[in-house]
């Protein structure tokens, strides 16, 4: 099941700096997405989503972008912290049936002082 | 800020055992979800509970697994007989509600190894 790929398994960004994670969906019925931060020996912590109807929603220092068309969102951190240091999930969704969430297979992301 | 809790964090089992994993959703919350996630793989869906039914269930969630919300405050996921392959990091969430775009609320986790 590939329908929500991260295709960097890692990041490494300075501290200040901006992170762009990203992520891509084959599903044309998705309508709803999502980012996910998890630190080890932990639960995915929702961070910030965005419905398909639109195409940016920001929340302090992170951004989603989608573009529906390429059927690509990213998620903008600025600016990045050390404590931003964690695996990043891009999960997406469709109306009804229980709304289970497709998960990507992450992004571990560095910010390094 | 409320929290989705689950128990306990690790649970050891033979191979053929049954098992419980407990979860305590956000007490407001009306859609019940288990996920897991193997050790290297994504995070996969098991099933969804509403309103004391399943809503939606993946293929691996069999006839060895079910669902229950014995009270107002408790979600069990129960394995009746296991196997090797069900290790994994099994996770509760729960959402307000459906559509209306509400983001899961995941726990912990609870790591199951199975011997």
């Known amino acids: 099941d590939q329908q929500v790929k991260q295709n960097s398994p890692s990041l490494s960004v300075q501290e200040g700096r901006i992170s762009i994670l990203n992520c891509d969906y084959t599903?044309?019925?998705?309508?709803?997405f999502l980012w996910y931060k998890k630190y080890p020996a932990e639960g995915p912590t929702f961070l910030i989503s965005?419905?398909?109807?639109?195409d940016k929603n920001e929340d302090g220092r992170f951004t989603v972008f989608l573009n529906k068309s390429a059927k690509h969102l990213s998620l903008h951190i600025v600016p990045s912290q050390p404590g931003d240091s964690a695996v990043y999930f891009c999960a997406a969704s469709t109306k009804g049936g229980g709304n289970k969430l497709t998960f990507g297979t992450g992004t571990q992301l560095k910010v390094e002082l | 800020e409320p929290e989705v809790t689950q128990t306990p964090s690790h649970q050891v089992t033979q191979m053929g055992q049954e098992v419980i994993l407990r979860c305590v959703p956000i007490s407001n919350h009306l859609y019940f979800y288990w996920y897991r996630q193997i050790l290297g793989q994504k995070v996969e869906f098991l099933v969804s509970?509403?309103?004391?039914?399943?809503?939606?269930k993946s293929e691996i969630f069999d006839d060895q697994f079910s669902v229950e919300r014995p009270d107002g405050s408790n979600f069990t996921l129960k394995i009746r007989s296991t196997k090797l392959e069900d290790s994994a990091m099994y996770f509760c969430?729960?959402?307000?509600?459906?559509?209306?775009?509400?983001?899961?609320?995941f726990g912990d986790g609870t790591r199951l190894s199975i011997l």
């Open positions: 509970f509403y309103n004391n039914e399943i809503s939606e």
């Open positions: 599903n044309s019925m998705f309508d709803y």
């Open positions: 969430a729960s959402s307000f509600r459906e559509g209306d775009n509400q983001p899961q609320h």
């Open positions: 965005i419905s398909s109807i639109k």
